[in-house]
RNA sequence: UCAGACGGCUGGAUGGCCGCCAUGUCCGGUUUACCGGCAUGGAGGAAAGUCCGGGCUCCAGGAAAACACGGUGCCGGGUAACGCCCGGCGGGGGCGACCCCAGGGACAGUGCCACAGAAAGCAAACCGCCGGCGGGCUUCGGCCUCCGGCAAGGGUGAAAGGGUGCGGUAAGAGCGCACCGCGCCGCCGGCAACGGGGGCGGCAGGGUAAACCCCACCGGGAGCAAAACCGAAUAGGGACUGCGCGGAGCGUCAGCUCCGGGCCCCGUUUUCCGGGCCGGCAGUCCGGGUUGGUUGCAUGAAGUCCGCCGCGAGGCUGGCUCAAGAUGAAUGGUCAUCGCAUGGGGCUUGCCCCAUGUACAGAACCCGGCUUACAGGCCGUCUGACGCC
């Protein structure tokens, strides 16, 4: 899956939905080309320092990459971009419990969103996304 | 055996499944592009803090001096360099091995020295000591007061103007003497810091420079998001042509030459040399450098082994090795087994079982240091006790 480089994708992202889980935040926005054509999905991961130091967020990160690649790949919705969060929880969850974790965000997720002309709404149940 | 001092090394292992990044005289998909295989390589002793010193890059036109600012501060050596390291010296601590020190100058000047104390920089006298045809009182011991001579003893303090002892004296005082300290002048040893010893001086000159300051030495600025190259769009920018020009000269014109003047060119100032600029409008052409890409970017004050020189830091010769290169940032995720510690239990005394823990921490241009963090493990040298011979 290809990955989100840009701040401004993320910032973008953070305005669309959001589903938080022990383990994890999982936010996503539909993203379309300009004529229109649906694109594959993107991911992009966020570490802050709240997680710990550097040798802390780079693990964070991995577990996440490695959670994407088992669950997600699968689940992902082509023309959305999808950003995961890591929290002090990234570290500590079971293995087992952070796939769980990002399996039911992504369903969750999906099921929350509104099938149709979902580019200006946003339903009141999910907290608005920090950067 | 116990207690301790110093120096050095190490920083989990194996396997299964699934992945990531880089490289390639490799294989396949029709050659390139691209895709899929295969092979090889893929974090640290501190990669950290970003505190010093350099390389490298750009900026400032070249150079010198002064000033300002900042840093360093016993001596000698090592090094590309350092505020680092090594070897000494001096002072302090420890029975000792060893450890610690911001360790130039306080007769260049200025400032400060709280509290306590009589007095904190110039000498001073609170309690005291001593003397007196002085005066008063007296229980005849002395007390009070006055005038002198003192600073030994007490007391305050971090520090009270040399210390200890003997002599001396009414009591005292470097007043005299010895030793120690201090100052000055030779001598000897040492490259030096400094050490040793001799003579003279009767003692002046408290501390603080981590207060300003003085002296010596060193220092341009910014940093790989430096910088170079390739390159959509837009504006500024440059060149040429036409109109146009501080003064003077030449010339038919285009223009050229000479003479001044102003401004600008490293923190500041001065001097010398050198250079640039001094207009506007119109047209044409060139160029321009943001997102992105490539380079910088890993062969270097490199590592390692032997030999030689050196007490050592380190140096020299020769051989061998090439060892991560990401950029929202690869070097991993997960499971299992083992290892190692600590505690508990079983017990066939060296095995088994259970529980818990397994640190600090992630390259970002590269080196030399320093500092800080760290579960544990290993090795060497030395010291002091006790025991044995």
Known sequence: M??????SDFLRTARGYKRAMPG????????????GEARPA???????RRVGGAVQRNRARRR?????????VGRARPGHDYVLIARPGTLTRKWDDLLRDLEKAAEDIHRAKPRRNSKHTNIHTFERGLD
């Open 64 to 72: 996440l990459r490695e959670a994407v690649r088992k669950v997600l």
């Open 2 to 7: 290809e990955r989100l480089k840009k701040r």
């Open 42 to 48: 993107r991911i992009g991961y966020t570490a802050s």
């Open 24 to 35: 994890l935040v999982l936010q996503t926005r539909a993203h379309r080309a300009e004529d």
